[in-house]
């Protein structure tokens, strides 16, 4: 009897990795990762490519056979790097922090080598488990009442489309789901309330016109009393006054909704109040900002995300809901496969969200919390707000800047005001001239807004490992550029 024969197949893709070498290839991953971390403040902070350069890089189609994994390395550092805008650079100041630590890191590691699809808890008991406790250490460290209970979404984004679909199914005694969105259903947020509400609102059926969006004062928070008065006028006009989210930290600015007031109004009109404090949340593990949420108890949902400023990297947003039967029974179809003997006794979280299948997202926040302890990251956020405000007063020291608002949080709002008789056009195009110098050394990145019109620079320092040095770094950046754009 001859050999058997090896099929051909096998030896045209011997490149491909065997899983008993995964040591000897993970090494070089880890020492990649190791290389980053060292060099990532030599790096332009964005990215200084032009578009298409990336994909004049890359083949027109995938390879027929297997290459090699330094080859792949190789390609890594030539082609993807310089494509990288790095969120993890001591010197990101923008948009807000997506930060992430060396702990969420290794734990999403382990969370790829699991690959668990945490759909229920039979697909995996310890995902549910330990994410169902993971909520109550955050709600009890952050104040929140514990008639809340907890899950993770993917982003505020999804967790506020969760709310706002919960809303119109309790407006409307759970039918819309069944035959319809009615189209006098209204939703109310502030004109500094994040783009996601508006996406919402068009994505459930609601219709983006029935968005109605609120005055603000001075400092730009919603106005309470232009809520109720619009809700009265909707009511009167045949409209149905469905949710209003109440924003704890506006993109722009920073602002911070009066909670309580909008609380009372929501719950005179019946209407559904969701709370985005998706950046500032952070702060509630600070006693001193528990101002800030103020009222929680008037409120149906909340949500924010540790992949923001609490050093777990993106993807992680938490979702707090008063009633979890309400969302339940919004989100729950259970079709044959997924029955199980433990329905009832445990969390199947993929009935508390829109997606069915979930990563293990807990993993990641059980050894940022654990290898800090809640002193350890409070301790790194007061570093933070430390930070912010010797950037402002540094900043201030050059008579040429102001201040829009007082520094908030890790946050300052500036723009640059040179001697001289410049119309407030001219201004905005200086400052937008500015911040695009700025950006265009790669020594760091900053990000805009506009305060009625007026166009300013936002600074945020909320990089996990950012440091005194760094922010000197910024303001000599900004300093030296200014020289050179009057």
Not at 327 to 342: A, G, Q
Request: with cysteine; net charge neutral.
């Amino acid at each position: 009897m001859g050999r058997p024969r090896v099929c051909p197949f096998l030896h045209r893709h011997i490149s491909m990795l065997k899983k008993q070498n995964y040591k000897q290839q993970a090494d070089k991953i880890t020492q990649w990762i190791d290389d980053y971390f060292n060099k990532l403040e030599s790096l332009p902070v964005k990215s200084q490519v032009k578009p298409g350069d990336i994909l004049s890089q890359l083949p027109e189609e995938a390879p027929i056979n297997g290459e090699g994994f330094s080859e792949i390395i190789k390609d890594l550092d030539k082609i993807i790097v310089p494509g990288i805008t790095h969120w993890q650079h001591p010197n990101f100041h923008a948009y807000f922090a997506a930060n992430s630590s060396v702990e969420s890191v290794l734990a999403e590691t382990v969370t790829a080598a699991i690959g668990a699809q945490c759909m229920i808890w039979d697909t995996s008991p310890a995902a549910a488990e330990l994410e169902e406790r993971m909520m109550e250490w955050l709600r009890i460290a952050m104040g929140i009442p514990d008639t809340f209970e907890g899950v993770i979404q993917d982003t505020a984004s999804t967790a506020t489309l969760a709310s706002i679909i919960t809303a119109r199914e309790v407006k409307t005694n759970f039918e819309s789901n069944e035959i319809g969105v009615p189209q006098n259903l209204r939703v109310y947020c502030s004109s500094e309330a994040h783009s996601s509400i508006e996406k919402a609102v068009g994505i459930c059926g609601i219709g983006k016109r029935n968005l109605i969006k609120i005055a603000v004062d001075d400092q730009m928070r919603m106005i309470p009393a232009a809520l109720e008065n619009q809700i009265i006028q909707d009511i009167s006009e045949g409209f149905v006054p469905c949710c209003a989210i109440a924003a704890i930290g506006t993109t722009g600015t920073l602002a911070v909704d009066p909670l309580d007031e909008i609380g009372k109004i929501c719950e005179k009109y019946k209407v559904w109040l969701h709370v985005d404090a998706a950046y500032a949340g952070t702060a509630l593990l600070l006693a001193e900002y528990r101002w800030m949420i103020k009222g929680i108890e008037r409120a149906d949902s909340f949500v924010f995300n540790p992949h923001k400023w609490m050093f777990t990297n993106f993807d992680c947003s938490v979702y707090f809901v008063k009633d979890v039967k309400c969302l339940t029974r919004v989100f729950e179809v259970l079709p044959e496969y997924l029955k199980t003997s433990t329905r009832g006794l445990v969390n199947d979280y993929r009935d508390w969200g829109i997606p069915l299948g979930r990563r293990f997202r807990a993993l990641k926040l059980w050894f940022v919390m654990r290898s800090y302890g809640i002193s350890g990251i409070k301790e790194t956020l007061r570093k933070h707000l430390a930070l912010t405000q010797l950037f402002a007063k540094s900043l201030l020291k050059n008579k040429q800047f102001q201040l829009l608002f007082d520094p908030f949080l890790n946050f300052t709002c500036f723009r640059f005001v040179p001697e001289g008789n410049f119309t407030e056009e001219e201004l905005n195009e200086l400052n937008e001239k500015l911040l695009r110098a700025i950006n265009s050394t790669g020594k760091a990145f900053l990000t805009h807004t506009k305060v009625n019109g007026k166009y300013a620079i936002r600074m945020l320092i909320g990089q996990t490992y950012v440091e005194e040095t760094h922010v000197e770094k910024v303001l000599g950046v900004i300093y030296k550029e200014i020289e050179n754009i009057v």
